[in-house]
């Protein structure tokens, strides 16, 4: 049987912590659940939790899934809802990027402690560098290598156009997004030949049957607060990735943040045909091999 066949298993963990149920989407091979694998965490976005970001199940093309791909390489994947998003918790009150920190943070310890290890590798999606970055500062113990994909910076092209947007986001918690919403962001910037209607569409329907609100908080900090994260403090291993398209991350405003960074074991990847939602566009298969060579490149004692 070829891995792309290799039966998965899942589960839904809960996470209890300030008062808060934080929702984890787990996969692995079946039967690997006991055995020592090595642990991957996913940060999504400012729009949807784990599962529907990084999970997707599209007929006939299950190279779309990031998480099934990445249990089928013997990693055991797990990605959280952040608390307003998807299954957890949804507090009344607007989200910040600290509080989602404190939940990825919940999620890695209760990930460690269950699987039996002191750190994880982690890769974080768009917003969730900001709240990904700032755990990475705050212990960088926890986290064996880092994938920052589709970062934002205080310039970002897209950012500038959702200023205009900011009292919409400061009117409530709150906004929703229609099922015709969740399409546009696999345009913007990226040609109809680096998408795939299907998976669009796919996508578009997972999206709005589980996200009925998503938190503005997020929107609210990455037009009043940038930068959020110092790259200074960054100690870990990085792999910094994109797509060629994406108008929240483009290199020219990603290089300083890039060469501060102070572990000389770094990787800067542009990766052709996507945008934004690259892992779901055309050059999500390129991403997912620059994602897994990295993971599989070797540390000396002085990088890890």
Sequence with gaps: M????????????????????IAVWQKCLQGAAAAPRPVLVLAHGSATGGRESFDLQVTGQPDYSLMDVLARQGFDVFALD??????????????????????????????????????????????????????????????????????????????????????????????RITEAGWKL????????????????DAFAQAAAQVELQTPTGPQVDLLTRMPLVDATRITVPVLMIHGEYDDVADEAGLRPFFDALPNSHKRYVVVKNGGHMLHLQQGHVAFQQAVLAFLAEPLSPAQA
Aim: contains cysteine; glycine residues 6%; hydrophobic residues 35%.
């Design 82 to 175: 952040v608390r307003g998003f998807g299954r957890s918790t949804q507090p009344e009150t607007r989200l910040s990027t600290e509080e989602a920190a404190r939940d990825l943070k919940a999620v890695v310890d209760h990930v460690c402690r269950w699987r039996g290890v002191s750190a994880v590798n982690l890769l974080a999606w768009s917003w969730g560098t900001q709240y990904a970055g700032q755990f990475v500062m705050a212990n960088p113990g926890q986290v064996l290598r880092y994938i920052s994909y589709a970062q934002m910076h205080l310039n970002s092209p897209d950012l500038i156009q959702r200023r205009e947007r900011l009292a919409t986001f400061e009117r409530s918690p709150y906004i």
């Design 2 to 21: 070829s891995l792309a066949q290799a039966p998965l298993q899942e589960s839904w963990h809960e996470v209890r912590h300030e008062g808060l149920t």
């Design 185 to 200: 962001r696999f345009h913007s910037n990226t040609p109809d030949s680096a998408n795939d209607p299907a998976v669009i």
